[in-house]
């Protein structure tokens, strides 16, 4: 098999790797609560278990529906595995699951390859080893913990022969379980409309869940009319059948024991059915011990919902957008178009009438550009649920007590957004637990608590969103960064900084490796990197520090990329527009009123200093000899640049679009739009200039 | 739709003429081009499409190669001076070595060809393009593979290969050298 035979042929469609990338979340979601129950030496969750074997085969199909092979060859092991270990046929253990999180790395790998035909061909090699390491789990020593109970445990109850030929293998493992921890096994019976039973009974699972664990659903025969169904649902609960038949009774169903448990065992732990699941081995061991609410509260959804949604390809939005868009430049032509009827006499009626239609075309327009906007937001929950996961794998293997706080998950942000923000925060919040938070004798020492804290803030603030990540770690010492900065050249010894220099001097490149300044400042790898990300979306990232107290690093990023209210000015003959959200106000420039500092001109703005760069030298242009300037005034953060551009040309929407080709990144320009007759005009890097600004002046 | 629409043409398809080879040996499609009275090609299977010359919007902070951004269909795609990535000088004030603009084409009229300068849309990686302005698009032509020697690249590192038609040299260019894989973290002239 060549790696030629490997490779997806243009069958391989988007909707594929979304589907595919869907299924390797919900793997990893998983692994990691089942490495969380592992490492609490607790049993899994028979759900967790469930949706990973779920995971695993839906993507082995997906595989093989595009010839994946590679991929396909993973899921496969991986299914037979999880399969096992859901029937109780393998015990897990840490070694597994972390063979399983690589594997699903490995499919992760092959995915990126499918996708993305630059990045690095993962080895065929390593992949064919990995799904023989994985199917090498299946030949361990087997530890089936259902071989205390003697044949099949279903026998021991007053079943009816036709439901108990219905279970599964999977099904009568988890009765067997069951019985063995001395639950009870309930028969719960119940009629619906046919044209309602969907979300009927799935209300009534999501209740019975909640009193145990829901094993088998079975349509039953029985004594009903046409338009009826008849359900027959397997139940294993430490509730007897009253205390059962109570909850259900708003839902008309009948409850009869199947056995009768000991009733002491049973019923010792009544606070279990509530809290979990009833997945969980009774362990008095386990009774002082405070309850850890699971971070992944398992909602029980309706098919119905499932089916209310649609998944689209963000591209396709892209394309609304820009149709959109042309008709916001269509519009403005038909506003001209009624105020020249309106000027003249003979034609005013027709100005008038146009002029009223292409009021309200504005706001349906505006309505409907409204509308696809927020199809393309979602909430960064999925986001900093990923964080959760990977700041549970840290806490196990750095071993450091820390709590991740998360707030404001609903705030939503553009879809592609969102993805681009994953990796920044992800290695902000690694960093934090890496080098910022101490270990727990060094903060006891402090006079701190043991456990550490990293916040994860996400908030709205006008057009932009804020996300703030703030620990209560060492924070960084600016002392040593100016001592590394003074080594790098990056200042020189006579350069008076204030603190918040030193601190932007963080995300100097060179400066914040690991190795020489994690050790007294806390911080990590390439900060610089991260913000050059940032700067790429738009965006910002400040940071702000207290030695022994701790860190905040806040990233501020406009809600979407796609369209934008644009301020149009001159530079020279040739116009640009700025972003109206990042423009704080326009003044004229002053004859005069210009002062220079060390090279750099200033502006005095009600009491502050503002920096004030010439585009005409961003550019490399002659400056206008004469003429009237005017002074831009952009903010991003708490940083502020004043723009000297020779004109303003009014407000107009754009909808911003990259440049294709060779280069693809141009200092200072963000992309470009296209606009009525003006062709295209260049949309200004608002967030880069800032960045380029600050670099300069602390070059300087 | 966008306001450049009308300055742009789809100039046709780009086909093989007729007159190719007939034999069964292996052949490679070229585009042949002008650039400053030399002839250059590229590989048929990377030209998207040939456009006239329209509006060309410049933008700063870019080599001087660049000559600026063209709205393709709602696209914006950077354009590249075929003269000055060769170093050969501006393209735009080529006049004195074109023929005059009704020259006739090389053969009967096919509509991509042309006397004046136009813009060869070409196809770089996963999906995006760029455009390479030429002084004009001369014919498609099928190339047998014995006809390709090897390019000197280390004195013309954006010539591919070398080809023999009618005694004289076409130089095939690198595409993927010309789109300029390795320049795309340009940043602007230091300064």
Known sequence: MSERDLRPNAKVTREFLSEAEDLLERLRSGLADLADSVSAEEPPAPDVLNGLFRAAHSLKGLAGMFAVEGVGALAHQLEEVLDALRLGRLAPA???????????????????????????????????????????????????????????PAEALELDPSIRRALTEYEEHRLGENLRQGRWVHLVEVTFEILSFEQKLSDLTATLREAGEVISTLPAPGDVSEAQIRFSLLVATTLDPDELGERVETHHASVRALNRPHPEEARSHPEEARSTPASRRPAPEAEGAPEESTESSR??????????????????????????????????????VASRLLADETTRRFGSELAKLHKTFDRKLQDLQARILDVRMVPLRQVFERLTRVARRLRRELGKEVNLEIRGADTELDKLLVEELVDPLMHV???????????????????????????????????????????????????????????LGLIGPEDTCSRKELLELVFAPGLSTRSEVSATSGRGVGMDVVRANLVSLGGIVDVDSQLSRGTTISFTLPITLAIIQALLVRVTTQRFAIPLTAVLETLPLEPGTLQRSQGHELLHLRGEPLPVRWLHDEFGWERTPGGKPYVVVVGLGDARLGLVVDRLDGQQDAVIKPIQGPYRTVRGIAGATELGDEGIVLVLDVAGLIEASGRVREAA | ????????????????????????????????????????????????????????????????????????????????????????????????TLPAPDAAPPRSARGFRSSRPRIVILQADAGRMSGLRVDRVLDVWRAPEAAFRPAETATAPLVEALVLRDERFVSVLDVDRILGLEHAEYRGPVR
């Open chain 1, 94 to 152: 840490r070694s597994s699951v972390a063979l399983l999180e690589e594997a699903v790395e490995q499919a992760a790998a092959w995915l990126e390859w499918v996708s993305s035909p630059q990045s690095p061909s993962p080895g065929l090699e390593s992949a064919q080893d990995l799904v023989e390491r994985v199917r090498r789990l299946l030949e361990g020593p087997a530890e089936p913990p259902s071989a205390a109970a003697p044949g099949s």
């Open chain 1, 299 to 336: 909602e029980v959804e309706s098919l119905r919902s499932i089916s209310d949604t649609v998944r689209v390809d963000i591209r396709k939005l892209d394309e609304l957008m820009n149709l959109v868009g042309e008709l916001v430049i269509q519009r403005a032509a038909v506003g001209s």
């Open chain 2, 1 to 96: 739709m966008t306001s450049n629409w009308g300055d742009l043409t789809w100039l046709g398809d780009v086909r093989p003429a007729e007159d190719a080879p007939t034999s069964q040996e292996a052949v490679r499609e070229l585009l042949l081009l002008e650039s400053r009275g030399d002839t250059y090609a590229v590989p048929v299977e990377r030209v998207r499409e040939i456009v006239r010359v329209g509006r060309v919007t410049p933008v700063p902070n870019l080599p001087a190669e660049v000559c600026g951004v063209i709205a393709l269909r709602g696209e914006i795609v950077q354009v590249l001076d075929l003269a000055r990535c060769l170093g050969r000088g501006s393209g735009t004030d080529a006049a004195p």
């Open chain 1, 429 to 487: 919040v690694r960093n934090a637990f890496d080098h910022a938070i101490e270990p727990p004798e060094e903060r006891v020492a402090a006079g701190k608590p043991a456990a550490g804290t990293i916040q994860i803030e996400a908030f709205q603030s006008g057009s932009h969103v804020v996300v703030q990540v703030r620990d209560d770690g060492r924070g960084i010492d600016t002392e040593a960064v100016r001592a590394r900065a003074l080594e």
